[in-house]
């Protein structure tokens, strides 16, 4: 089983930027794909960028290309959501997960280790 750990969560302002971190141990030489999804009140978890472990096998949700870039440190077991041009609407609890396989899933039923959650706030 492999543990997950976020942080860099906080409030900031319309505009700004806040980086996540997600640090993983335990058995993580069986996840290479690692993902990032959030949840806004009211709202279902939805997929917010995924990593597999090459620059290849990177993807994001519509919403917040060009705005996040999401950062593996493979030798640091350790994933990174660079979020940019922060907007009210991308307030969320942000999750990280991971799944035993090299192929990205957009869907949260595919990965079976999850971390704890962070809180994102950004105000107008």
């Known amino acids: 089983q492999v543990q997950l750990v976020e942080s860099g969560g906080g409030l900031v302002q319309a505009g700004d930027s806040l980086r996540l971190s997600c640090a993983a141990s335990?058995?993580?030489?069986?996840?290479?794909?690692m993902a990032w999804f959030r949840q806004a009140p009211g709202k279902e978890r939805e997929f917010v960028a995924a990593h597999g472990g090459s620059d290849s096998r990177i993807a994001y949700a519509d919403s917040v290309k060009g705005r996040f870039t999401c950062l593996r440190d493979n030798a640091k077991n350790t994933v990174y959501l660079q979020m940019n041009s922060l907007k009210p609407e991308d307030t969320a609890v942000y999750y990280c997960?991971?799944?035993?396989?090299?192929?990205?899933?957009?869907?949260?039923?595919?990965?079976?280790?999850w971390g704890q959650g962070t809180q994102v706030t950004v105000s107008s």
């Open positions: 335990g058995r993580t030489y069986s996840y290479y794909a």
């Open positions: 997960a991971a799944r035993p396989t090299f192929v990205v899933s957009k869907t949260v039923a595919d990965y079976p280790s």
